[in-house]
């Protein structure tokens, strides 16, 4: 009978082992799709695959359940359209603030909640501006402490030049964060790779 038991109880973690690393796959493969997506549709199928995803690495996948939202509502406010964007807005900020509680140095994290609060700005959603902006600046200075050369904060960076009226230094950063993209190499990774569709047209 112990026998028996010790037999299922390794078919099981067998199982389990290749259900996760099939989904730990199927993760990286959804995370290179980001930067291939055209329109909300792509995004919101992005988005339920990342919250569905049953993998190893949950919080990597909230992040990008977060990132679909926040790129999916970018999308819209270039197109000028769009509905449920202060919806998505708040939906991916509260996912990303859910992660920062346990992951507070994650550079990636914390320019990713920088981003949001900034495009919660942009959407004229805020009772309070100058708490958001704090919360913006201190996101900023976290990201800055521990990765300054990231892209997505360099791009982060720039939109608040670009939104202050300073066109030159926000080209500037823009072109730094083209650059640093355009030298990352994640393929089948989980690594972040995304934010080439954040930037102007002509980079």
Do not use: H
Not at 19 to 25: H, L, P, R
Not at 38 to 59: C, I, P, Q, R, V
Not at 118 to 133: P, V
Request: charged share 20%; hydrophobic share 40%.
């Amino acid at each position: 009978m112990n026998k028996l038991l010790l037999i299922l109880g390794f078919f099981m973690i067998s199982c389990w082992a290749k259900a996760q690393a099939f989904t730990d796959k199927a993760l990286a493969q959804a995370v290179s799709q980001l930067n291939t997506s055209k329109t909300a549709n792509d995004y919101d199928g992005l988005f339920n695959k990342f919250s569905g995803a049953k993998t190893s690495e949950k919080w990597t996948a909230n992040y990008y359940a977060a990132v679909s939202l926040y790129l999916k509502n970018e999308l819209q406010l270039k197109n000028s359209s769009g509905q449920n964007l202060v919806e998505n807005n708040a939906m991916a900020r509260k996912i990303a603030t859910g992660i920062w509680t346990s992951q507070r140095d994650n550079a990636e994290i914390n320019t990713l909640i920088g981003l949001l609060y900034f495009q919660k700005i942009q959407l004229n959603d805020t009772s309070n501006l100058q708490q958001d902006m704090n919360a913006l600046s201190q996101s900023i200075e976290k990201a800055e402490a521990s990765s300054p050369s990231n892209p997505r904060l360099a791009i982060l960076k720039a939109k608040m030049k670009e939104k202050s009226g300073d066109k030159a230094n926000a080209d500037l950063l823009f072109q730094k964060a083209s650059d640093e993209l355009n030298n990352q190499n994640s393929s089948g990774s989980t690594s972040p790779a995304w934010g080439k569709q954040l930037l102007p047209s002509t980079k």
